[in-house]
């Protein structure tokens, strides 16, 4: 089945560490994306990647990091320097701006 | 800067009513619009598309529409089940970008 994977369901960080999230699609999408979930919110946009080996920030990058080396896979870092980074994680593509998204099911970081 | 609103923040009916939910947003610059459904600690699937030049979309008892011009959106739930509760979010595709930009969602809940 086609679709998007994300690893772990949970993650737990200590202060001061780098914790890395994974994103993973089959769905042969060029465009990727990294969002943020706030209890009460909406989705913020962190980061997003329209061909591989290119991204961009998107409205709350600061304390994080992505890499696009692969088609398939666009994981997310989560660096020290995010002094509030407990939120529920989401990552999304798309094959083309008339096409609808799809999202994973998410990866809930909590810090310890 | 696009901004995405959707009313109301919550809604609570008794099972077998048909309900509307609003999306609106204010640059009409936008390539579609998309409405999602969530599930508490899930992420996001997919309901409805519409494109830019499209009045409206339907699957099933969904039925969305759009009116770019004075950027609105509703969808149309027709004889709600307890299974449609859930948080409804819509989402525009700007054109400048190809960022998807969310509303802060709508918490349904449907009584049997």
């Known amino acids: 089945d086609g679709g998007i994977t994300q690893s772990p369901k949970y993650l737990f960080r200590k202060e001061g560490q780098n914790v890395t999230l994974s994103c993973e699609q089959n769905l042969n999408h060029d465009a990727m994306y990294w969002y943020r979930q706030d209890p009460g919110q909406g989705l913020r946009l962190i980061y997003y990647s329209q061909i591989v080996n290119d991204f961009q920030k998107g409205d709350i990058a600061e304390g994080y990091s992505v890499s696009r080396e692969k088609k398939e896979s666009f994981p997310l870092t989560v660096t020290s320097a995010q002094k509030n980074p407990t939120a529920f994680y989401l990552c999304a593509s798309h094959d083309g701006v008339w096409t609808e998204a799809f999202f994973g099911q998410g990866t809930r970081l909590t810090v310890v | 800067k696009q901004e995405v609103t959707q009313i109301p923040a919550a809604l609570s009916v008794p099972e077998g009513e048909n309900l509307v939910l609003n999306c609106s947003f204010t640059d009409s610059a936008i390539y579609n619009l998309q409405w999602f459904r969530q599930d508490p600690g899930k992420g996001l699937t997919s309901l409805l598309l519409i494109q830019s030049s499209q009045r409206e979309q339907t699957s099933g008892r969904l039925n969305a529409s759009l009116d770019k011009s004075s950027g609105r959106s509703t969808l149309y739930i027709a004889a709600s089940q307890p299974g449609d509760s859930a948080t409804y979010l819509c989402?525009?595709?700007?054109?400048?970008?190809?960022?998807?930009?969310f509303g802060a969602g709508t918490i349904l809940r449907v009584k049997s």
């Open positions: 989402a525009v595709r700007e054109e400048y970008g190809n960022k998807l930009v």
